[in-house]
Each structure stands twice: as structure tokens, then as C-alpha cells.
């Protein structure tokens, strides 16, 4: 028989950033459903590459990357659960002098922005690095920036979310979703619910979630390509990116070195992502020619997942452009998990009080207004 | 440097040769120090004739010694003077093959 | 495009994979053999490599023609088959392979695959488990087989199905000191399902033989046992057990062999996209096999142990079965009847699995005595305890979220040793079924491929 419910708030997808908001929401007294397709963060939020990262970001999207730095100090102890994060600080490297006056002109913009770098010479980065490669001619560092693992984040969000009371349905796709005078109904196949606000958190289905309300989106299906070395002893310790953003690194305290190679495929069909085995061939050549100390290191598995991409590789979110009520927050295009708890918060905030001290204007479903198309095609790009 | 004549096993060594005590010798070392195996051995053999274990455990102080014998656990990869990793289950023991293995400090 | 021209392959030098490439290039193809070992056989016909090589009779007893045969294969079938040994497979996208061989990565496309990929040792954790010394009984075999050695000089073997008697019988015949052969199996079933084991009775048989000379050489072979548990400091010193009239033993060993049947290696049917059923009979997932060797995806094809455990003599069947189905799929004609003979054959098992099932029931008093210290996952360290600890306080109910929250399955095995007892212990914890749990899903590289060879 077909379950039916009603509550203030339905979240339609179940990752870190829908969870973080479902918990500001029961705290201010709302009645919250999360309604999620597979298991709460097991999308994005649970397969990306684990950076907690400020640097190198759209300078549109610094504000909010400031705002949830603070928030991943607080984790474990909101959590009740190591989510492992470490600021290691983040080391973007050059390659050539073009790449040094390009994170020189961005260490300049960011600083106009609140986010203080240090540029690093050849010598200053080996000092350091001793085992970088020798193709690197300087970095940027971000030191307050680091790591965690994106594995446990999302599902401790979404139990800290259940025990405030938050009804959270897994395995719940949802199939359609409409508006009338009374709020928003959306259906999946055992379930009706009725609510007076809609956030739309749906990762790359957000979208089509989108059309239903009369805002279709140009987002296409991301995969991040990751590859996990065994153990290795400690070394890497900053997480490592690079300009043009082909190579990225990190090593957990474990052991394990953690790095990026290109793109997965994603099965539109079956609705996942697999890596690709090129793809990883490609990256173990590009990382081994930054850190030639792994030329004996074993890689023992490597991992997929969907994200949604925006072309202008900055999210969506804010208020519906259609639909009073419905909030997005979607297309993070590869780069959400640092920002995703300060989401939750912004999300919260636009529901309870219909306003954000962020500046999230430049996130608006408004600049798609114009776009007419369907959503479709492969990414073929990552950023880290 | 096949004398004919080997020392006998020492007691902590793990595995006991039941046959093919007669093949030729092959020279390598482990942790510096030079032992023999005998010809169609494979590292693992070549290794726990002489003692009880192939590595340290990453997560704990456990040394190991390989488990299944036939490249499915990964439990006897083992590393090389040169800083190669091989698996010590399915690699032939060469002349001069240099084992490294750490121990548990105490 | 003849039907010649295809590119055919077949993953596996095993009974399964040897009997597949014969059938294929009688029918004029030129199969791509595939296998990881220098030598083909498989496990139950590994071959010890060049400069270790004894008498066939020695190593494989009653088998020792049928290894012979199926060993020079390769020989007779010379240039109609193209034979890469010491190569592995570590992935696989769509019809391309790929490949490490040699230190050097490439790739096979294919237009039909046959997977004989095998089985490996079903493991269940008990403590010690891990020390040095405590072995699958697989590898006991293997080290005996393989290198004429022993696995110590005094030898505790341990098993749950007809291996034991096997290994334990063929540890007498070389000399090796046998300390105690354990079956955590009651004896009972043996006798219940007696008339039905009378089905093979070769097969059978051999493995009363077995038992029967065990007994007269002073070993004979414990029935009923349970608790079982490894003792030493740094290295197995002593193997503890309860006997069936329920009292402590202890013996001193330096090494124990000890495994619980066998379970399918299916990863590479995993990445091709098959999909897997549960076996109920066996508590495995294994990817869906028609009696004609077909998968669910077309153009690949199943034998073997690896997709259903069903024995050596078994997988040769299935093996030529997988080739007819795959050239019958080509548009190539092939004998009707032979497919009928084999099918024939094939049904006389059935039966006898059954009965072997039955006579060796899974033991779950294994199970029930994993406490919270022991490890469960030997490559990461995980325990039993951080596993239960994931499903009561962090709501794992699931094999992959399990892995997420605890690592389990994530070192260098892949979930290859730890997979099936996590399940189990996940299933208890949770209060599920291990058909409900789910299973570890794969993900390339199926074993551990260096950074360094990449160029």
C-alpha cells in the first residue's frame, strides 16, 4: 500500500550537503524526508577524491569555501565519528613559469578575496618536497587547506540526521515531483509526499529535477577516475595539485597514496560509473612524473562515482527561478565536498528565513535561463 | 657457489623440504645476509626454508608469512634491495636476489 | 569476416580453460590462451616450475593421467592456440582486456571471452589466524605440489570439505609429520548422504581410500570438531580444538593448513558485467551460468569453479561445453550430440554435489565463535569487533557500505580472503541473510598492478 506523508521540508537527494541541511532544519523545529536513490552519500559526496580544499577554486566561490572551513574543524565532534580530516594544507604545483605567474595572479585575486597563499620558489618547494620530481619549478601553498575521507562524511552526516529526526527513505527514487497552492508532492514508487518546501540536492539528477520545474540546466554526468596505492610509508604530506589540474595526490596517514587520473565512464543506462582503465594508465604515468618515489608503489584498487557538471564548472544554487519554495543546490561539478556542510547551512538558512548572508547570486538557476537543450553527453574533465 | 654441501635448515625456518634436496643451488641474501635456495624455487620457498616470516604487517606488529601460496591473498608481497616489490608466491628465486624484510623493533 | 578471424579468449589454464581451447580450434578458431602461471594446469594441476619437476604419479596420484593430458595439451595443440602464460588480466571494459605481462600494460580486444578463472580457498578467520605458519589448506597443497616442501616440520591440517583428506593423505605419502587432521564437519552427514556420494564412485572412492590409509598410518582424521584455534607468540607454536566428545586438545605445530571449501574467483566476471545470483547451496554470489556455459552478457562465457563449484573433472566438461555454446553463437554448426553428451555427463554430477554438500555442511559453529578480536580482514586489520560496531552504530546492513565505513575489502586482496566471513558476520550482526548482504562489488585492478611499469 502507498505510504503517504506530509512534513515541512522534502530533500531530494541524500548526500553531505542535503544531510547538513536536514540537520539545521530539525534544529530550527522543521519536519524534514530525505528522499534518496541509493544510500545516503554514496554519490558524490562519497566518491570524490577527499580534498578539503580552498585554493584554486572560482574566486566566486571562495566566500562559501571560507565559510565551511571552520565547519570541518567541528566534524568529528558534531559527528561523534573520525572523518579523518587533516589540514595538511594544499600545495598546487607549476610545471613551468607560465604556471608560476598564473598562481602568482591568482594568489592576488584569492588574497581580494580572503584566502592567503604562499607562493614557493623551486628551492622553497624541494626544501620541503625533497622528492618532488623535477619537472616542478614552484608551488602554491594554501596551508589551512587539507583532507578527509569522503567515504564516512556523508553517512555520518545522515546518521546524526536521523537521530534529530529526520525521515530518511534510502533506496527511494524519486519519479515525479509537482507544485500546486498547497506545496509540492513528490512520488516515488511506495511513497506521496506532500511538503511545504522542496531542496533539490540531487547530485547529476538535479537537472532533471530542475525541468520538471521549468529550468532545465546544461549539466552532464561527471565520473572521477581515483586510483588507491597499498600502504606505503608516510611521505606525501600535502595534498598535492597541479595547474592545468591533470595530477592530484594525497596520502592517508595509513599509508595509502590516493590519486586522480582523468575521467571514469559513466552508464547512463545502469545509472553508475566505472573507472577507466586508460584513464589510470594515463594518471600513474602524470602523478609518477611528479612523485617519482611511487616508481615501486602497487596500485590495489581505484574508484568511480556520478557527479553533475555545470559548464561554467561552478554549481547551482540558490532559489528556483519557476517555483517558490524549491532551493537547488546541485552540479557541483567535482569540487563540492569542502563547501558541502556550509550548503547544508546556506540551504537552511534560505528555507527558514528566505534569505543567506553568502553571496550566492553567481550560483543562480537564473543563467541557464536561456539554455534550451536536454541533458545529455560525457564529461571528459575533473578538477582537484 | 653450489658447494653440494648446504648447512641444514636452521630451526625457525617455516617450511621443510621433502624432496628435491639434491637440485642446485641458487645464492641470494636476505637482509644482507647470503643463504641458498635451490634451483625451481619460489621466493616464498627460498625465503621461510630459511626463517618464519616474509614481512611486517603494515597495521600492527605482526609479521607475516603468506597464506594461500597462489596469488590471490597478496599477503607475501616482499621487497627487493632495488626498492621492487614482488610477490613472493608467484616469483622464481634468482642468483643475487636481495631480500629485504623489516623487523619488529622491540 | 570467417569465422576465423574472430578474436576468441579464454582466462585460465585450468581444466576448464584447457578443455575450451582444444574444442575451439578443433572448430578452426585460434584462441587466445590467457593464464597467470608459467605453467598450465590450473591450481588442481599446477605444475612445479622448471628445475622443481617430479613424477606426474607423485603429484597427482589417481589424477596423474588426466594431469598429464590436460599438462601437453598445450604441446599437441602447439600453433592453433596462442598461449600467454605469466600474464594477467586486470580488467576489463566492454570486449577489451586489459592486460599485464612481462612489467609492460596492453590490451586484447576480443568478440567472445571465455572465463575459467578457478577458485581459491573459503576462508574463515579463526584466532591466529594470521601468525605465521597458519596457511589455507590450498596452500598446503600447493607447497607440497609445487616445491616438495612442507609447510612445517610438524603439520596441523584443518578443512571442512574433500580436500582435507586429499592434502592430508598426500602430506603422509611425502614424508611430511602430520600432528593432527581435523574435520570441523560432523561425521554423520557423510553417512546419511552415503548412497547418494555412491553416485561418483570413483570419486568417492578415492576419497575413502584416502581416509581409510590416513587411519591405518596412525592419522586418522577427526570428524566434529570445533573452536579451533591457533596459539604463538610471534609464530604458530600449538593448534587448540574442541573434539566431538566436547574436550580441549592441544598439539604443538609450527604450522596449520586450514580452509572451509572453496569459493568461485569472480571478479573478472564482475567487471564484464555479468550478473551474479546467490548459490545458496555453496553462500556464494556467483555470476549466472545456463547449463550451456552461457553468462548474461553475450559473448561471455562461464566455466569452471570459477562460476559454481563443481570439481576438476567438472570443469573440463563445462569447460568444452562454454567452447560449443560460443561457437554455436559464431554461426558456426556443431555437434548436437556432443553438446547432449556433455550435458549428460554434466547431469551425473549434479547428485554428487548435492550429496558432497550435504556430507560437508558450511560449519557455522566457525562463525558463531569469531569474537570481537579476531581479524577479520588479514590485508587492512580490521576485527570482527570494528565490523559488528559498523552495524550497530553506524547502521551498515550492506556488504559495500560495510567496506565504506570500515575498510574491509579495501587492501590488496580486494575482499578476494576477507569477503565471504565479513558477509557471514555482517549477516549475524545485522540479523539478515548473507544472500541479503550483498557481496563486495569489483572494481579494476583485480590484483595489485605496479605504477612503475606504466611507460
Known sequence: MRERLRTDVAIVGGGIAACAAAVELRKAGLGVIILEKGRCGSGASGVNFGGVRQQGRDLRELPLSARARPLWDGLNALLGEDVEFEATGHLKLARSEQDMAELEAYRVAALGCGLDLTMLGANAVRAELPWLGDKVVGASLSPTDGQANPRVVGPAFARLAAKLGVDIREFTPVLSASRSDTGFSIESETLSVSSRFLINTAGAGGGLLASIFGEPVPITPQSPNMLVTEPLPYFISRSIGVCGGDVYIRQVRRGNAIFGGGSGWHDPELGFSRPSNEQSLGGMRRTLQLVPQLTNAQVIRTWSGTDGRMPDNIPVIGPSSTTPNLFHAFGFSGHGFQLSPAIGLILAELVTRGETPSPIDPFSIKRFANWQGSTTGISDHTDH | MSTGLSAPAPASALFHRLSRRDAPEIAFTINGEAVTAREGDLLVTAILTHRATLRKFEFGADMRAGYCLMGACQDCWVTLSDGSRVRACTTLVSPGMAVVIDEIKP | ?455
Not at chain 3, 411 to 425: D, I, K, L
Open chain 3, 1 to 455: 569476416m570467417t569465422i576465423k578471424d574472430k578474436s576468441v579468449v579464454v582466462i585460465g589454464a585450468g581444466p576448464a580453460g584447457l578443455r575450451a581451447v582444444e574444442a575451439l580450434s578443433k572448430a578452426g578458431l585460434r584462441p587466445i590462451l590467457i593464464d597467470e602461471a608459467p605453467l598450465p594446469g590450473g591450481q588442481i594441476y599446477r605444475q612445479p616450475p622448471v628445475g622443481a619437476r617430479r613424477d606426474p604419479k607423485s603429484l597427482y596420484g589417481f589424477e596423474a593421467t588426466k594431469a598429464s593430458d590436460l599438462h601437453g595439451l598445450i604441446v599437441r595443440l602447439g600453433d592453433q592456440i596462442d598461449y600467454r602464460p605469466e600474464t594477467l588480466v586486470w580488467g576489463i571494459e566492454g570486449h577489451r582486456l586489459d592486460i599485464l605481462s612481462n612489467g609492460q600494460f596492453s590490451q586484447i580486444s576480443f568478440d567472445a571471452l571465455i572465463l575459467s578463472t578457478g577458485a581459491m580457498d573459503r576462508v574463515i578467520p579463526f584466532p591466529g589466524w594470521t601468525l605465521p605458519g597458519a596457511f589455507t589448506l590450498g596452500a598446503a597443497q600447493i607447497a607440497l605440489k609445487s616445491q616438495g616442501v612442507a609447510i612445517g616440520r610438524r603439520v596441523a591440517l584443518v578443512g571442512a570439505g574433500p580436500l582435507l583428506p586429499l592434502v592430508a593423505y598426500q602430506y603422509w605419502k611425502a614424508g611430511a609429520t602430520l600432528c593432527a587432521v581435523l574435520d570441523v564437519t560432523p561425521f554423520s552427514p557423510k553417512v546419511y548422504n552415503l548412497l547418494r556420494l555412491m553416485r561418483k564412485p570413483g570419486t568417492f572412492a578415492k576419497g575413502l581410500w584416502y581416509t581409510l590409509r590416513l587411519a591405518l598410518a596412525g592419522h586418522p582424521i577427526q570428524s566434529g570438531v570445533r573452536a579451533i584455534r591457533a596459539e604463538g607468540a610471534d609464530r604458530v607454536e600449538a593448534l587448540v580444538w574442541i573434539d566431538v566428545s566436547g574436550k580441549e586438545r592441544r598439539v604443538e605445530v609450527d604450522a596449520i593448513g586450514a580452509s572451509f571449501g572453496l569459493k568461485s574467483e569472480a571478479q573478472l566476471a564482475d567487471l564484464a558485467g555479468c550478473r551474479f545470483v546467490f548459490d545458496a547451496k555453496s553462500r556464494q554470489w556467483q555470476p549466472e551460468r545456463t547449463p550451456e556455459g552461457r553468462s548474461t552478457v553475450p559473448g561471455i562465457y562461464l566455466a569452471g569453479d570459477g562460476s559454481g563449484i563443481g570439481g576438476a573433472d567438472v570443469a573440463e566438461l563445462t569447460g568444452e561445453m562454454a567452447a560449443l555454446s560460443l561457437i554455436e553463437d559464431l554461426g558456426q554448426p556443431v555437434e548436437k550430440a556432443r553438446i547432449q553428451d556433455l550435458a549428460k555427463q554434466l547431469d551425473t554430477y549434479a547428485p554428487f554435489r548435492t550429496a558432497l554438500e550435504a556430507a560437508y555442511p558450511f560449519p557455522h559453529h566457525l562463525i558463531d565463535q569469531i569474537d570481537d578480536s579476531v581479524m577479520i580482514c588479514r590485508c587492512e586489520g580490521m576485527t570482527a569487533g570494528q565490523l559488528r560496531q559498523a552495524v550497530s552504530q553506524r547502521g551498515a546492513t550492506e556488504m559495500n557500505r560495510l567496506k565504506a565505513l570500515t575498510r574491509i575489502g579495501m587492501g590488496r586482496c580486494q575482499g578476494r580472503v576477507c569477503g565471504p566471513a565479513a558477509a557471514e558476520v555482517l549477516a549475524r550482526e545485522a540479523k539478515s541473510t548473507i544472500e541479503a548482504v550483498g557481496r563486495l562489488r569489483c572494481n579494476p585492478p583485480v590484483k595489485p598492478i605496479p605504477v612503475r611499469e606504466v611507460f
